[in-house]
């Protein structure tokens, strides 16, 4: 598949994302904020980072970036997305997935391995995983803390939305120790751990991440 | 030059943390008798032209499409007297 990677101005990791993709079995296709074009992917791919160096919220303004009308677009026709970190803000504040991520509650930055479950393997970023798998994958952030009201809570909890759940500690406050989720349809998915720095034993603490990427092909395909 | 003040502030049950770093800091610098510190956002709004209802109602409009995210949090908007 051909699996688009959105450059914003303060983006950091789409490099290693765009790795992560081709280390899935993909082709990873570079796509720039500031372009109505999505260059015919199959998939999208906002990465890490500190777009637009994080003004005003984290993701308030990248959301008004060009490219992601086109990223809301396709999303609302089913096209599979993915949100590491800064683009699992940036979704939020696009309204494709519902919530907001706020500051740590410890108010520090946190960077680790974190213990995780796959909550939800029905999603075209997760089908790989064993249903209630326990990964491990890198965690950095300063403004991961998932918030939303009660009843968005209770919603999303039902109708399975949550995609990934921390395990052990919970390392900024996010409510209901979510640590990603997916919109009502399961295409648009948002993580806060970062998937792509985990698909390569020589760097991080495993390859845990890896299933991120090479679901997509088991998902599309099956 | 007219100006649109439009104040955000984190809806009362979302927790902000730079308000509870500035409401530990209060205490250790000698000041007491401080319950609660919540931390907003101020915009300051210069506009060309009368205020007239459309244009506040413009600014309700940048407010919640961009100054805020009404997720977590809520706004105000009030005209400035002109000096």
């Not at chain 1, 160096?53 to 096209?79: H, T």
């Not at chain 1, 939303?148 to 995609?163: F, H, K, S």
């Not at chain 2, 502030?9 to 770093?21: F, R, S, T, V």
Request: hydrophobic share 40%; proline share 5%.
């Amino acid at each position: 598949m051909r699996v688009g990677v959105v450059t914003f101005p303060g983006s950091l990791d789409d490099v290693d994302a765009q790795r992560a993709v081709r280390v899935g079995g993909h082709e990873a296709v570079a796509l720039w904020h500031g372009d109505h074009d999505l260059r015919g992917v199959d998939a999208v791919v906002l990465p890490g980072g500190f777009s637009y160096g994080d003004y005003l919220r984290c993701g308030a303004i990248s959301r008004f970036a060009p490219v992601m009308s086109e990223v809301v677009d396709a999303a609302g026709r089913g096209m599979p997305v993915l949100g590491i970190c800064n683009g699992f803000q940036i979704l939020c504040e696009s309204h494709l997935l519902p919530g907001a991520l706020i500051r740590n509650d410890h108010r520090k930055f946190v960077c680790r391995d974190q213990r995780l479950r796959v909550e939800n393997n029905q999603t075209p970023w997760t089908s790989s995983y064993a249903e209630r798998a326990e990964v491990t994958i890198v965690l950095k952030n300063g403004e991961g803390g998932f918030v939303a009201d009660e009843e968005t809570l209770d919603r999303i909890e039902g109708e399975g939305q949550v995609v990934a759940r921390y395990l052990d500690d919970n390392p900024n406050g996010s409510l209901r120790d979510i640590a990603g989720i997916t919109n009502d349809r399961g295409n648009v998915v948002g993580l806060m751990p970062h998937p792509e720095h985990a698909v390569e034993a020589l760097t991080g603490a495993g390859t845990d991440g890896l299933g991120f990427f090479t679901s997509l092909a088991a998902h599309t395909f099956a | 030059m007219p100006k649109v003040v439009v104040d955000v502030m984190p809806k009362p049950e979302i927790l902000d943390p730079q308000g509870k770093a500035v409401l530990g800091a209060l205490p250790r610098l000698g000041f007491s008798g401080v319950t609660d510190v919540r931390q907003g956002k101020r915009f300051e709004l210069e506009l060309t032209g009368e205020v007239t209802d459309d244009v506040l109602e413009q600014v309700r409009q940048m407010a919640e499409t961009l100054l805020s995210n009404p997720v977590i949090e809520n706004f105000e908007v009030s005209v400035e007297p002109t000096a």
